[in-house]
């Protein structure tokens, strides 16, 4: 069955930067886009962007362009999220989607505070 | 971007009772639309993709219509296990956006 697992909870400093992971399993992972997608506390959902596992294409929100760097290693089947400079209004619960947005990671809560 | 505008911000049903979610797009979506339900402290879960088709094991009390700007997510014979938010997204064109969502309670 097709699983999306993320790493855990991030508690992280201002100005510094933090890479969460999605491991999938169950589904050719080089053939489904990969998405990122952030909710902050009591707010509603924002499209971060894809990735193409199978040639490391990406296409990015305009909003996150500098923020987020999405990349993927075809060999453990897992995509990744760095998020740079963070801030925070950075904190926020971060979601991995397959291509569809039919199957969903647990999600990662990433909190930033000196 | 295309904005979409979720109504209401929060829904109180009874059991049994048939309730309707609008969202509006700020343009023309030509049906890509899909609906979601999320609980608290969970992930979102598809429910409804291309403004009316019903995702795998999804119940058939779900049902979405709609076309062009105005977009709507039904469930009749409402449930407990039906209370959550639901939001609706628009992946017609780039950046994919969200509604706000909606919250429904049982009355």
């Known amino acids: 069955q097709v699983q999306l697992q993320q790493s855990g909870t991030e508690l992280v400093k201002p100005a510094s930067s933090v890479k969460i992971s999605c491991k999938a399993s169950?589904?050719?992972?080089?053939?489904?886009?990969m998405h990122w997608i952030r909710q902050q506390p009591g707010n509603g959902l924002e499209w971060i962007g894809w990735i193409y596992p199978g040639n490391g294409n990406t296409k990015y929100n305009q909003k996150f362009d500098g923020k987020a760097t999405l990349t993927a290693d075809k060999s453990s089947s897992t995509a990744y999220m760095q998020l740079s400079s963070l801030t925070s209004e950075d904190s926020a619960v971060y979601f991995c989607a397959r291509k569809y947005f039919d199957y969903w990671g647990q999600g990662v809560m990433v909190t930033v505070s000196s | 971007d295309i904005q979409m505008t979720q109504s209401p911000a929060s829904l109180s049903a009874s059991l049994g009772e048939t309730v309707t979610i609008e969202c509006r797009a700020s343009?023309?979506?030509?049906?890509?639309l899909a609906w979601y339900q999320q609980k608290p402290g969970k992930s979102p879960q598809l429910l409804i993709y291309?403004?009316?088709s019903l995702h795998t094991g999804v119940p058939s009390r779900f049902s979405g219509s709609g076309s062009g700007t105005q977009y709507s997510l039904k469930i009749n014979s409402l449930q407990s296990e039906d209370v959550a938010s639901y939001f609706c997204q628009q992946y017609y064109d780039y950046p994919y956006t969200f509604g706000a969502g909606t919250k429904l309670e049982l009355k």
């Open positions: 291309n403004a009316n």
């Open positions: 343009e023309d979506i030509y049906n890509g």
């Open positions: 169950g589904y050719t992972f080089t053939s489904n886009y």
